[in-house]
């Protein structure tokens, strides 16, 4: 009985094991994380990070260095080396979601040392310059609504959906 | 009457003054060239990073509370030819075909010069440069001569001919109203989902735009559009491709326009205040005898 509750922890540990590590090694890594903070004519998104993780194994191509993956940019390796796993690794621990506010330039211009993170793009920028420019390049998807749906909001100010213009013959 | 000799010495006095008028206006106009406020903003383009969503159009159309559009803003079928600003629409993206690379799409709005040739040729001074950067203009005091639509070297202010009472020009003011002049960026560069524009002080975004070209100079043609066409742009562009397979003019000229007046200009006054003199002068002298000749015609006349 013993042998068999201990074969039992061993085969549900090894299972758990398999399907965490699937995952990037455990801990603390979200599966699905759904993007909230910006939206305004669309819908959140549900991003399935785990699908990502294992189509892209380099965490390093969305988190540069702060999960402390190696670097290829010449102009990153230059100060992050060896910088290793950061506190924050979140996109918006580091993308300002309001990046053009008068306190955000003044930020970004006193900052020290001011050279590269001088240009650092906002949080929606960082979203889809990751996401719109991997996508091109791997064939995922790149409409607007292939990832989000557009909202009431969004149909009014695009003039679409329900807010159609009359004086447009669309067939 | 004056003598042959008064009449020299006079002459020679007016050209004196006229050359000396002229060497003062010249100097005068030469340190009048502008090179925008020393704070003021703008807006890096980054033609590499759009996607031709055309949010930009929609977001200009809400905010600028512009009339409705003839098409929904997701409609592409708008690409399929070359658009330009109308009142309905101060801001347009438009498709390039580029041969080697793919296709790039470049929204066209006003661009905010430092020395507006729209301002400098508006004789009833309705346009402002203002010191945060933005082109604005008072609808009130425009009389619709058009002379800016003639002047502006991008082809951007549009005139509301439909209308027919108060026909006027249209044209992106920067959102200066409602955003800029309370630090905000313009509605366009806050919708962009690719933040293709990046606003920022427009000597701040001179630095970045060339840092982005040395850091990537594989992908970016080596050129800052704006930076030094005519005298200035607040809105400037990096692409991929030269910038003629993109709709702008490769070929401006690096000085304002109002440069290539300003040397007429500044002899307009010398020519109003010496020429009457001076001809005058040659007047009196020329008709000093004639009118002599003259009176023995006519005395001549008599005794026949």
Redesign the interface.
């Known amino acids: 009985m013993r042998v068999v509750k201990q074969k039992l922890i061993m085969v549900l540990t090894g299972t758990l094991v398999l399907l965490v590590s699937n995952v990037c090694f455990g801990t603390g890594i979200p599966d699905r994380i759904t993007i909230d903070s910006i939206q305004k ?1 669309y819908d959140g998104v549900s991003f399935n990070h785990a699908a990502h993780i294992n189509n892209l194994k380099d965490c390093g191509l969305c988190h540069h260095n702060t999960t402390g993956a190696q670097v290829s940019d010449p ?1 990153c390796v230059r100060c992050h080396k060896n910088s290793g796993a950061q506190a924050v690794v979140s996109c918006k621990g580091c993308h300002a979601a309001e ?4 306190e955000a ?1 003044k930020r ?2 006193d900052q020290h040392p001011p050279i ?1 993170h ?2 650092k ?2 949080l ?2 960082a ?3 990751s996401c ?1 420019g991997c996508h091109k390049k791997m064939d995922g998807p ?1 409409g ?1 609504q292939d990832c989000h749906k557009r909202n009431d909001s969004g149909d009014r ?4 959906g329900a ?3 009359k ?2 013959d ?1 067939p | 009457m004056i003598d042959r000799r008064d009449f020299l010495k006079g002459c020679l006095a007016c050209s004196v003054t006229a050359a000396s008028v002229g060497v003062v206006g010249k100097n005068a106009f030469a340190a009048g060239s502008f090179e925008g406020y020393p704070d003021a903003m703008g807006v890096l383009v980054d033609l590499t ?1 759009c ?1 031709g ?1 055309r ?1 930009c159009e ?2 200009c ?2 905010e600028q509370k512009l009339p ?8 592409k079928s708008v690409f399929l030819e070359q658009r330009r600003t109308t009142p309905k629409a101060y801001t347009v993206v438009n498709k390039y075909e580029v041969a080697d690379k793919d296709t790039l799409f470049r929204k066209i709005q006003c661009n905010h010069c430092n020395e507006p040739a729209c301002l400098t040729s508006c004789f009833v001074n309705a346009y402002t440069k203002t010191k945060e950067g933005a082109v604005i203009y008072n609808s009130k005091v425009c009389v619709g001569c058009r002379n800016c639509m003639i002047a502006c070297p991008f082809n951007i202010p549009a005139y509301s001919y439909s209308s027919p009472t108060n026909p006027l020009i249209k044209k992106c003011i920067f959102c200066y109203d409602t955003r800029v002049k309370y ?3 313009p509605a366009c ?7 293709v524009m ?4 427009r000597s ?1 975004l001179i ?2 735009g060339h ?2 070209i040395k ?1 990537d100079p594989a992908k970016y043609v080596n050129k800052l559009y704006g930076e030094k066409e005519v005298g200035g742009t607040s809105w400037m562009y990096l692409s991929s491709v030269d910038l003629d397979k993109v709709g702008l003019d490769n070929h401006m000229q690096k000085e304002p326009i109002i440069s290539n007046v300003k040397d007429f200009l500044g002899m307009v006054p010398m020519v109003l205040s010496i020429w009457p003199a001076l001809f005058t002068g040659i007047h009196l002298l020329s008709t000093k005898n004639k009118g002599e000749h003259g009176d023995h015609d006519h005395k001549e006349g008599d005794q026949q």
């Open positions: 004519y102009n990046p053009f506010t008068s330039l970004q211009r590269f001088m240009d793009v906002g929606k920028g979203y889809h310059l719109v790149t607007c100010i695009f003039h679409s807010y159609t213009p004086t447009a669309k | 990073r996607v969503c949010s929609a977001a159309n809400n409705d559009p003839d098409l929904p803003f997701d409609d630090g905000r960026p560069v806050e919708i962009c989902p690719q933040q990046t606003f920022g002080r701040d630095e970045m840092e982005r850091n």
